[in-house]
């Protein structure tokens, strides 16, 4: 290994144990606190950045990976993928046709070095996030004849989070989303569902995260999980609350850690061999230069 990342960066997941209780236990801590307002957070797991990289190499061995590290430029990520010496996949329905063309078009030894430059696929799903509701309320919808068919008027809770569309879920803006909550606690079949709408603390009626939502009854200090939140978000915290960002807990599985620790080293090159090298382009925080190493593709983490 590289050195970029110990074991004391993150918590060890071990065998029958997911991010998923992880978070659970987070959320579970941080409603019992007695002092402090319970914000957002993120519960992230380098495991899947690591997958990613190896499927990535399996796929396209030609291409040499570099990642953008404005789609998410926290400390955990960026200490992994210098452990990997960084990298982009791209999805497995292209990755034949692009090896293809690239023989096709670009035979190896014709001199030509091949780049990807992308993000969104090492940190999406690695990322999920947990947010607390603040507030909430009833609204009537205006539907006559219908309280005389249900024996009630009809109506819509509006829950309010500590974030909106002006921070972490600044994809329902730019990328027309729509963010849908996964419930801690899974209700039962005899529970009502009510439409539901969640908004984020902004007072100009434009910060809507999410409508049309189908929820059991929840209540103040309920927690929301989003998943796959991990492109785009990091270091966009709310800004009502200033410069201040969302909590991250890294995770990894004990088999991607040691998956991570068996990759061989790259090579060292010499003189003649400088063009192997390229500097990071995206102002990488870390080390000046990454070299990509020979394709590893453990078995056991795929």
Sequence with gaps: MAGYLSETDFVMVEEGFSTRDLLEELTMGA?????????????????????????????????????????????????????????????????????????????EGCGVDIFAKLGRYYVTSAFTLAVSIIAKKEVLLDQPGREEETGSAPKTIVYQLDEGIYGIFNSVLFDNTCPTPVLQKKPSTEQPLYSSSLWGPAADGCDCVAEGLWLPQLHVGDWLVFENMGAYTVGMGSLFRGIQTCRITYAMSRVAWKALREQPLPAEQDEDAEGMCKPLSCGWEITDTLCVGPVFTPASIM
């Design 31 to 107: 409603s019992q606190a007695t002092t402090g307002e319970a914000t957002a957070f993120f519960v992230a797991d380098l495991g899947a950045v690591v997958r990613k990289h190896f499927c990535f190499l399996k796929c396209l061995p030609r291409v040499r990976p570099f990642y953008a590290v404005k789609c998410n430029s926290s400390l955990g990520v960026l200490k992994v993928l210098a452990e990997l010496g960084l990298g982009f996949s791209c999805a497995n329905k292209i990755a034949s046709v692009i090896s293809s063309a690239l023989d096709l078009y670009f035979p």
